[in-house]
């Protein structure tokens, strides 16, 4: 079954789609991926540049479907400049020899294939290597070699696959079942061999490719991010056996991330575009249109957040600043639950940042009033945990009785301390002491769970729920220096990809914590030059 599935996807994806797949299969191979074109657009013909087990170096040129020769002539010069100018890279010999391929995930026909020939011939006279070409039937090979092992097990598993595959690529991703298919496959305990470890992390981006890249048809950007997202956390949980095998995990983690960045690129780039975030016709959109504010809002935020890792600052992020002010009424009418309040967060980060407190703190304290309001002990339901995603609570706007009667949420937050401490932080007591016998009615909770690595599962069956409650009264001085502490987990995400955890947390925000919440916002001080990196 899967090389039916291996065959239909070759058939239909471009060269943008299997870009990622063949970057984790030559991984996979033992190559180091030195170019792609994540980092920039086609240099001189070269797509894809790799160096293997033997030093040898790489280029690859990838176009989609069969060269005829009309085909050929079209990219004829841009193979020449494959073949016959000098690798450009900061980290490659200067004219070093390596070794062309001609990638495409068609056929060429005869007569394409004699004039490849006849100019390898010539380009062999002229000191360079002959071109190789990978075509479909290669490629197929390529991926279906490598899956080995690493396969859905049982019929029920493989069910979710096809599932996942073949379903409605406008639609959100369904987290619940994608992170399904990604352990049933995916080794629960430590490899034993090293080979295994990159065999296995390449198989699973490249099933998971044949999934993702269906949304990409479809302009469904933040299906594509969450995916890449949720591929990356399940590596990082290998991963984290296998700390000291770090070159046998890091580039297949690097190529996930490459690819949640483009997703996440596309989606704002759009948002930014877009006059008004409103999809089809407005009478219908009206009732989503609130939801979707507050996705995009924690999209943008998050990613000018992000953008702040290097040296100095990209553009557009003042465009970004401009239409995240311009959409915030967005956030209270489309506050979904508490999964929506690392989006909130995000905002109000990004708005402090910029140099706006007043603004970020009035948010906070609104959130805050909100919470303690529709969470206090008389109210019945209030407001959902963030194990509920906004799909799923979308079904009450249209009369779905989707709790139970004697389910409720009042008298706990998962997500209420965060902004009690941002608050803190900026050392407005007079604001927290308006709000504080509300808050004193809620029960700071958390989930914790057993094994720590199970951080990065989207569902564990083992933990505890921690429940702690406000003081009664409060001591300002303990207050904020408990906003300021910093006690993290010990995990990969937070050590080796720090600015890579609120993003995650946009994903999973069932995972989010206080401790984590400073950490973030700790990072992006340091990132925006506010406080010294320690």
Known sequence: MIERVIEHWLAKVNERGYEMA???????QGHTILRRPAHGGTEHGKDIVSRDR????????????????????????????????????????????????LVTNGTVTDPVSLEVKARNGHWKRRGFRPLDLILK???????????????????????????????????????????LFLSSFLPNKALRRKAELSRALAATAILSSYILTGYQEHGNHLAIAEGWMLVLAHMLRLAEQHQGSQAD?????????????????????????????????????????????????????CDAIYNRRGESPPGGEDNILVKVKENLNGLSRGYWGESASPFVFAVILFLWLRG??????????????????????????????????????????FGEDFFDHRQTFVGRSFTMQWFVEFVARRGRKRLLKTLWADITHITK????????????????????????????????????EQSNLNDLPRLLLVEQFPDLVLPFLLVYPHRATAELMRFVERRASQNFGLIKAP
């Open 445 to 480: 909770a958390c989930f914790v769970p057993d094994e720590l690595r199970d951080f990065y599962f989207w569902s564990v069956k083992k933990g505890t729920e921690v429940a702690r409650q406000w003081g009664r009264p409060q001591r300002w001085e303990a207050l904020v």
């Open 54 to 101: 033997q030093n040898k170096y790489h280029c690859y040129q990838l176009k989609t479907g069969n060269l005829s020769k009309s085909e050929w002539r079209a990219i004829r010069d841009e193979v020449a400049e494959l073949v016959e100018v000098p690798i450009q890279e900061s980290n490659v010999p200067q004219n070093v020899a390596f070794t062309p391929h």
């Open 249 to 301: 995990w890091m580039q297949s983690v690097t190529l996930c991330r490459d690819a949640w960045e483009g997703a996440v690129r596309s989606l704002v780039d759009e948002a930014v575009r877009s006059p008004n975030w409103i999809e089809g016709d407005p009478m219908v959109d009206n009732s989503v249109h609130g939801i979707r504010s507050v996705l995009l809002l924690g999209y943008l935020s």
């Open 22 to 28: 063949l970057c984790q299969a030559l991984t996979a």
């Open 137 to 179: 039937d290669n490629l197929f090979r390529m991926f279906l070699d490598l899956q080995g092992k690493f396969l859905p097990s049982t019929p029920t598993d493989f069910e979710v696959f096809l599932r996942l595959y073949l379903g409605d690529k406008t639609a959100p991703l369904n987290r619940d079942e994608f992170c």
């Open 356 to 397: 706006d407190e007043e603004l970020a703190v009035k948010i906070a304290a609104d959130l805050i009033g909100f919470i303690a309001r529709e969470n206090h002990p008389n109210r019945r339901l209030g407001v959902p945990s963030p194990y509920y995603e906004p799909s799923r609570l979308l079904a009450i706007q």
